[in-house]
């Protein structure tokens, strides 16, 4: 058993401090319902916030330039399809039991580390997209 606790303060020299999993816990933890009650207007803003940025028309028009509308049509609908369906599973059991997908990756057995990995995949998705929309946003000026 581990003599650490979450009143122990951070020492960057211990080798271990990693594998410590009560240093940040917060975001790895069940919230309860009622923390995450949503107006329905919070949720339309959201989706129309998650559509309505640039580079889906930037993406899209580099796609259909390159290989023609009709196979860029084919093709990113099968990539949508794809994405939905793989997306499904975790939409229904983060729904059903109030967990993010930090929880659902804890609890399919990749570990801490695999959350961890989820993160940093979360952080590179928006490194792309502000990327994206900087460069979109200066070829405008």
Known sequence: MHDTSVTDSFDATKPNNAANETLED???????HSF???SPKVVAIT???GIAY???FSIGASIGMTYGTTNAIYSILFAAIIIFITG???????????IDLDLITRGAGFGYFGSVITSIIFA?????FFAL???????GL
Do not use: C, H, K, V
Not at 133 to 139: C, D, K, L, V
């Open 54 to 56: 640039l580079a889906d």
């Open 47 to 49: 989706a129309l916030g």
């Open 124 to 128: 590179s998705f928006t490194f792309i």
């Open 88 to 98: 499904i599973p975790l939409a229904y059991y983060a729904a059903r039991y109030n």
């Open 133 to 139: 929309e900087g460069s979109i946003m200066a070829q």
């Open 36 to 38: 995450r009650r949503w």
């Open 26 to 32: 917060y975001t790895l933890r069940y919230a309860p």
